[in-house]
């Protein structure tokens, strides 16, 4: 396993790559080309710049997250080959650059949802959270303006203004898409790909949805080990893989993670690690809490040891932190927070290491 911190590119992230490699452990980052519409190409040059600028930082680019699917391939439309194929190109560019793990999702509409980015905590930090009632009751046109005031002048991922901008028209793009498309839109996208994944040994390593049930009506396919291991098995090939993403799959207190995991060996090729805290009243609302299992719902040593079971191999990373002492940034993507997390997940990896020999 490489320990590795997600970051946005110069000119987007509010952290640099000379903090990152203070983190003790963290060889790594995970990044993408942050100015890339989905669906558009990126080019064999612009991701050669982008990797000697990590590495020349000390740092080795470990992956992609994201390079996103156009709607289009979600919904099926007369359309999606010509989108496709640029992916496919993409994928070939990235794979001359030696670059073999892409991250992605295939979330309609909104990618990740929360509905405050910046709840706070008894500590005083503040972190973000989730309210199923909130969403109920919101309609979904109104879910941007919800939260943009609490970006902190960041542009988080999924939530770029031009995307929101266009709200009406992707939900009217999905209005007949259900489970059963979408999973056979996954599918088809996923065969054509694989070929080049092959070729260069890309892992894809599909991101979960988040939270890990339908939102505003729209259908949602990874979300439990049995739909998760259904996209396995329906293209069995490695490169067809999982972000194992313990926030997400987590969302939804019937996954038991460590089990999901050992669900998965040689199939999971990234590995995102957080915990959250369920509210008493209700398992429909959580805050993202602190890393260690004390502060959280969640058993992080079991989460940590069942990858570490199944011979997990590739990057991991401390996955969204609260805002502490004082940081100002893109929720959940702070320096601080997510330092303690990097580095906690590396000493319970050590322990687990040493008490097996
Ligand atoms: C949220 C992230 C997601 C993830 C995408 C992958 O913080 O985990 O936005 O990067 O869903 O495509």
Known sequence: MEMTLRWYGPGHDTISLEQIRQI??????????????????????EIHDLKR??????????????????????????????????????LENLGKEDIHLVCYNFMPVFDWTRTELARVLPDG????????????????????DSIAGDMNGTVMPGWEPE????????????????????FENLVYFLERIMPVCDKYDINMAIHPDDP????????????????????????DNKHNGVTFCAGSYGTNIKNDLP?????????IHFAHVRNLKFNSFSPLDFEEAPHPSQCGTFDMYEIVKALHDINFDGPIRPDHGRM???EVGMPGYGLYDRALGATY???????IEKNQK
């Open 24 to 45: 003790p452990g963290v060889t790594g980052v995970i990044t993408t080309l942050y100015d890339k519409m989905p669906g558009e190409l990126w080019t064999q040059e």
């Open 53 to 90: 600028y990590v590495e020349e930082h000390g740092l080795n680019l470990s992956g992609i997250e994201s390079v996103n699917v156009h709607d289009s391939i979600k919904t099926g439309a007369p359309d999606r080959d010509k989108y496709i194929d640029a992916y496919i190109e993409t």
């Open 125 to 144: 930090s503040t972190a973000l959270a989730y309210n199923q009632t909130t969403v109920d009751n919101m309609d979904p046109a109104n879910m941007f």
């Open 163 to 182: 995307r929101m901008e266009k709200i009406k028209e992707l939900f009217e793009m999905y209005k007949d898409i259900d489970e059963e498309k979408l």
């Open 212 to 235: 890990a049930w339908p939102v505003f009506g729209l259908p949602r396919i990874i979300t439990s080990k049995e739909k998760i291991l259904r996209v396995m098995k329906a293209v």
């Open 259 to 267: 089990e999901m995991i050992r669900a998965l060996p040689g199939r």
């Open 324 to 326: 502490i002492w004082g």
């Open 345 to 351: 997940i590396l000493g319970l990896w050590e322990a």
